[in-house]
């Protein structure tokens, strides 16, 4: 099973400020990777898939790149609402795996 | 708008199974890769399994000699099955779908999610 590594586990941030969230797997998952925006009691939402397609009405200030091993999402400019967990997912390999999150926060 | 809703008991005893149905609206089941995902307290998220509109079906290996999951296309509903359980399958469970073409990824469509806890 592919691991997925995300850093930093918490990432404390004021809004209007630049959010960069990274993901590491353990081997190649080319670029079949998602990420997801989490808060509590709610769905998650997916916001990014093949590493870098944004979602359907998710706004431009979510921008994930990268591909076989490295992956970041950048969240441009945090809005109040951006406070939340983010997972990253691959779909390379079975089975399909997440990340353990990370947690961005208001400072 | 496609939306998911789980339901079943959220109380289930060490030993037996764990039942949880979700129900479809909003769009057709056909076509898809109805999926069931938890999340364990303090945890990340981990995929159980999914079945398609044909019945076919794939587990976590992990869980595999435990899952069973089921369709019922004439009610809209795809249904999750966990035998044996544990305290350690107490969790957030999730139903979810991927968008068109994706099995494993880019799910788009989750359930508000709920808790199952296991105990006497």
């Known amino acids: 099973e592919i691991v997925l590594t995300q850093s930093p586990a918490t990432l404390s941030l004021s809004p209007g400020e630049r959010a960069t969230l990274s993901c590491r797997a353990s081997q190649s998952v080319s670029n079949y990777l998602a990420w997801y925006q989490h808060k509590p009691g709610q769905a998650p939402r997916l916001l990014i898939y093949d590493a870098s397609k944004r979602a359907t009405g998710i706004p431009a200030r979510f921008r994930g790149s990268g591909s076989g091993t490295d992956f970041t999402l950048t969240i441009s400019s945090l809005e109040p609402e951006d406070f939340a967990v983010y997972y990253c997912?691959?779909?390379?390999?079975?089975?399909?795996?997440f990340g353990q999150g990370t947690k961005v926060e208001i400072k | 708008q496609v939306q998911l809703q789980e339901s079943g008991p959220g109380l289930v005893k060490p030993s037996e199974t764990l039942s949880l149905t979700c129900t479809v609206s909003g769009g057709s089941i056909s076509g898809y890769y109805w999926t069931w995902i938890r999340q364990p307290p303090g945890k990340g998220l981990e995929w159980i399994g999914y079945?398609?509109?044909?019945?076919?079906?794939n587990y976590n290996p992990s869980l595999k000699s435990r899952v069973t999951i089921s369709v019922d296309t004439s009610k809209n509903q795809f249904s999750l099955k966990l035998s044996s359980v544990t305290a350690a399958d107490t969790a957030v469970y999730y139903c979810?779908?991927?968008?068109?073409?994706?099995?494993?990824?880019?799910?788009?469509?989750w359930g508000q999610g709920t808790l199952v806890s296991v105990s006497s």
């Open positions: 997912q691959q779909r390379h390999n079975w089975p399909p795996s």
């Open positions: 979810a779908r991927p968008s068109y073409g994706y099995r494993f990824g880019a799910f788009e469509y």
């Open positions: 079945i398609y509109d044909s019945g076919s079906t």
